[in-house]
């Protein structure tokens, strides 16, 4: 009886799935970054005591 070597599978399907989940990470983070960055702008302005002024588009809040 011939053994077969599954291990170069098993490798494979690893990387595909990390591969979806980095295609996932990807478009979310492209999807919701400017109001991830506006979150953080507003919580710098808070700390260091300016006003936040929202912009047209989101990502482009920023300290007056």
Same mark, same amino acid.
């Given at each position: 009886m011939?053994?077969?070597n599954n291990k170069?599978?098993?490798?494979?399907?690893?990387? @595909? #799935?990390?591969?979806v989940i980095s295609v996932i990470v990807v478009?979310?983070?492209k999807l919701f970054g400017g109001y991830l960055q506006d979150s953080m702008t507003k919580?710098?302005?808070? @700390? #260091?005591?300016?006003?936040?002024?929202?912009?047209?588009?989101?990502?482009e809040g920023y300290c007056k």
């Open positions: 011939v053994k077969l170069g599978q098993a490798l494979v399907e690893y990387l @595909l #799935i990390i591969a478009s979310v983070v919580s710098s302005c808070a @700390l #260091i005591d300016k006003e936040y002024v929202e912009g047209d588009k989101p990502g």
